[in-house]
């Protein structure tokens, strides 16, 4: 199956320094998601983002599909940003039907 | 709020039990995804329902089973529970016409087998 990796595994960082969370995977995609799952274990929709560049607030991410990689930009952090960023990707198969698969994550503490 | 309801939100029981845990999609999304979260196995696959039918199985032991009823609400039951069933259970809907769309998961059902 399709492999996702992410780095760096754990980030310290200030409060209001910016951050760059990569996310590589194995073969082309079809879909590719980014989350953060807050201390509670909430999983938070941040961007859906196969290709292209988004932008929402402090967070942006590009996805370049042809190279296989995906790049989340955190600006400005704040502590409430801390938590583990997820990147998830679909591969389609015949059927279309598969569930995304997860990196393991970007361990992110902000420290006022 | 993504929209997807999951209940119970924390569970306590022993080893050789089982338990049901329970999803209700957002409105209008047909697919329900489970997915499993363990300390030393991240974010695993289990199921995907799509409109009452199993379209694909990922890492599910055969003690568990899940299924989608007319309404679209699911439902996972797990069996004759070990101490490493433990974990964070998700369930996840998207629209998925007909492909995998965007995924929206719900709070998760924290499960602790003593």
């Known amino acids: 199956g399709i492999q996702v990796e992410q780095s760096p595994p754990d980030l310290i960082l200030q409060e209001g320094a910016n951050s760059t969370l990569r996310c590589n995977f194995s073969d082309s995609v079809n879909n590719l998601q980014w989350f953060h799952q807050n201390p509670w274990g909430q999983l938070i929709n941040l961007f859906y983002?196969?290709?292209g560049t988004k932008q929402n607030g402090r967070l942006s991410a590009t996805t370049v599909a042809t190279e296989r990689y995906s790049l989340l930009y955190i600006s400005s952090s704040q502590t409430t940003d801390s938590g583990v960023y997820f990147c998830?990707?679909?591969?389609?198969?015949?059927?279309?039907?598969?569930?995304?698969?997860f990196g393991k994550g970007t361990h992110l503490i902000i420290q006022p | 709020d993504s929209g997807v309801t999951q209940t119970p939100k924390h569970l306590i029981t022993a080893t050789g039990q089982r338990v049901t845990l329970r999803c209700s999609p957002r409105s209008g999304d047909l697919s329900v995804y489970w997915y499993q979260q363990s300390l030393d196995q991240g974010l695993q696959f289990l199921i995907h329902y799509y409109n009452g039918e199993e379209r694909a199985k990922g890492n599910i032991l055969e003690r568990f089973s899940a299924q989608q009823f007319p309404d679209l609400h699911s439902e996972l039951n797990l069996s004759s529970l070990e101490l490493g069933d433990s974990a964070l259970y998700f369930c996840a809907s998207s629209v998925d016409r007909p492909n995998t769309g965007e995924l929206f998961f719900g709070e998760g059902s924290r499960l602790t087998v003593l």
């Open positions: 983002i196969p290709s």
């Open positions: 998830a990707v679909v591969r389609y198969s015949g059927g279309g039907a598969d569930g995304l698969t």
